[in-house]
């Protein structure tokens, strides 16, 4: 009995009012059906990315025509023609199915108390009442079969006023007020033309399901609108002056929107949907500054669950400058619902060059690494093969991928399994580093600048990282300054550092010196040892005086400078695996010395006297 009682109360249950949302590319053929709705639906309305008017068609139109929101217009044919099963069937007009234009179309079937759809004739009168409804709405749209635009009115306007789709103003004399089974409409002959037949359709504000309400622009690039308290399904949205409403459904993917009139889609309107609501944009017919705006939200509340699943995979995973790696992306929908407009982002890292790639289904674009899948049904499953070659830039790196559900316009139940990742380690390349040294002046006199150049050639064919070159002047030299054309250098300790040193490129470094005070000029055989004699440039000549004879002494005067390993490369990845880099470091190539003679006679300076005694 209990179970009996049970069943009797659901079967007592009203069916809900359904919504859905979707999007599809037009392809100009006479008679086309749309499917994947998911019910028989009463009310259409499509919007395409084309300067051409949104389109509406309601189940109480006579059979082949339908309704241009924002056009003075009578009904006309060949856009929406009619409804049936999960679909609804388009002619070729552009305003549903011009050739390779994008469409983005919502849905809805009535329910007692939720939404009514129905018609009335025209009086004339000042006033007629229209009754029938069964509740009192919130939100009716009028639709007339004369020349005249479709106009709208939510409980949030003011008192007597309605407004158009276009770019009309509230205004009186159209949708008085709402009553307690249906509503008031005035004398305009947009709503009350004698004789002609108006089709209406009247929305009840559920909770949690429903919602009309106003806010004020702010002028920014983006506000949130969280007043519904639900992710809607479609948004529709209009200044309550001389702008064109905006709606979006659920369907049309990333920030796009489309305006009811002819238009193209814009990125500044309605821009997402969120949990509590919905996001708008800059443009001005949804978020000026100090604006009141009047908007209608609509949430889906028999929901479509797709849980879909990515998995990434690359081989092989360890591999050498020049070899290929094989990315396979896969896209698997474990249901319960076939999920439509799935989209897969495939980000490759720097230092990998697409080769080829092959979709299993759908398109992909390797510039930008978007897999456009559309439809998968339920319980199947796809896979995108992507070939890449590692260049030189990768030499010694760890290259992670990344794969990502990036749209799809159901819910996944399941958001842990809609990213996968994948890391290749690639091997280093040796870098084989040359040093030259140059001087300009190899004959200083005291506060006389020389500077020397010290010039790092990477010869290849890797790329040279964390290079760092020790220098040091020998005594006798006082450091004034250095100009590196690259990296840093540390007066202190005398360290060049390069971050990084491509094959092929070089580095250079300029260090200005002058004789330091008091010092005897120095003997290059105690320079800095071996690498110092053979970093050193061209002697300086000094000369004195010893015992009365006249004797020619050569002196040098010169940079030390070695090349110190940079950070050796451990093993990357798993233990045991690719062998760190090493840098041939060749040392300074020695230029040739040069034998300077004294010319006899040639007075000594007192400060050399003094300095070489």
């Known amino acids: 009995m209990l179970v009996a009682g049970l069943c009797m109360l659901c079967g007592a249950l009203p069916a809900q ?85 994008e469409y983005a179309w919502v849905a809805f079937s009535s329910s007692p108390g939720d939404l009514k759809l129905g018609s009335y004739t025209g009086t004339g009168n000042i006033l007629r009442n229209v009754t029938g409804v069964g509740f009192q709405p919130e939100l009716v749209f009028v639709l007339g079969s004369n020349s005249k635009r479709p106009v709208w009115r939510s409980s949030a306007m003011p008192s007597l006023q309605a407004m158009d ?87 049309l993917d990333g920030h796009r929107s489309g305006f009811a009139t002819p238009e193209i889609f814009t990125e500044q309107g309605v821009r997402d949907m969120e949990a509590d609501g919905f996001k708008v944009g ?43 790696v094989v990315y396979t992306v896969g896209l698997g929908n474990a249901g319960p619902d076939d999920a439509t407009g799935v989209v897969v982002s495939l980000h490759l890292p720097a230092g990998l060059t697409v080769t080829s790639a092959s979709p299993g289904a759908g398109s992909y674009d390797s510039a930008v690494g978007i897999w456009t899948l559309g439809n ?37 139940p399941d958001g842990t399994n809609n990213s996968a990742a994948a890391a290749v380690a690639v091997a280093w390349l040796d870098a084989d580093l040359a040093l030259a040294l140059t001087v300009d002046n190899d004959r200083p006199d005291e506060g006389e600048l020389c ?21 040091s002047l020998p005594a006798g030299l006082q450091f004034v300054q250095a100009s590196p054309d690259g990296g840093t250098y540390l007066p202190a300790s005398g360290e060049w550092e390069l971050a990084s040193l491509a094959a092929g490129a070089d580095a250079t470094l300029v260090v200005s010196a002058r004789p330091a005070d008091g010092h005897r000029r120095p003997d290059p055989e105690r320079c800095g040892g071996d690498l110092a004699r ?24 010169g940079l030390a400078g070695r090349v110190r390993r940079g950070s050796r490369r451990g093993p990357i990845g798993d233990p045991g695996h690719l062998a760190g880099q090493r840098r041939a470091g060749r040392q300074l190539r020695r230029r040739p010395r040069r034998r300077l003679a004294v010319r006899p006679g040639l007075p000594v300076p007192r400060y050399r006297r003094r300095h070489l005694r």
């Open 534 to 557: 053979r970093a050193a440039g061209p002697g300086c000549l000094g000369q004195h005086r010893r015992r009365g004879r006249r004797r020619r002494e050569q002196r040098s005067v």
């Open 376 to 412: 998968v049904n339920k319980n199947t499953a796809s896979q995108l093969t992507v070939t890449a070659r590692v260049e030189a830039a990768a030499s010694g790196q760890v290259l992670n991928a990344t794969a990502s559900t990036s749209a799809a316009n159901e819910t996944d």
């Open 17 to 101: 009012a359904e919504i859905d949302s979707g999007r599809y590319t037009g392809n100009g053929a006479a008679s086309r059906t749309i499917t994947g709705v998911g019910f028989r639906p009463e009310i259409v309305i499509i919007k395409g990315d084309i300067t051409e008017s949104a389109v509406i068609r309601t189940a109480t139109m006579p059979s082949g025509t339908s309704k241009q929101l924002a056009q003075d217009q009578p009904m006309i044919t060949n856009r929406i023609i009619g409804f049936a099963d999960d679909s609804f069937q388009i002619g070729n007009d552009a305003d549903v199915n011009a050739s390779g234009v």
């Open 451 to 471: 500077e020397l150049t010290l010039v790092v050639q990477n010869e290849g064919p890797g790329i040279a990282t964390n290079v760092r070159i020790q220098t």
């Open 282 to 324: 800059s443009d001005q017919s949804v978020n000026a500054t100090g604006r009141t705006y009047y908007y209608a939200a609509f949430e889906d509340r028999n929901v479509h669950n797709s849980d879909l699943a990515v998995t990434l995979a690359a081989e092989p995973t360890t591999l050498a400058v020049g070899q290929v």
């Open 165 to 251: 789709f276009d770019d009309f103003a509230l205004r009186t004399g159209l949708i008085n007020s709402f009553l307690s089974d249906g509503f008031q409409v005035s004398w305009n002959d947009e709503v009350n033309q004698s004789g002609v037949v108006y089709h209406y359709i009247a929305w009840n504000a559920t909770p949690g399901a429903i919602d009309v309400g106003q806010y004020t622009g702010n002028g920014l690039s983006e506000q949130r609108i969280s007043s519904p308290g639900f992710k809607p399904e479609w948004v529709l949205v209009k200044y309550g002056g001389d702008l064109p409403a905006v709606q979006k459904p659920q369907g």
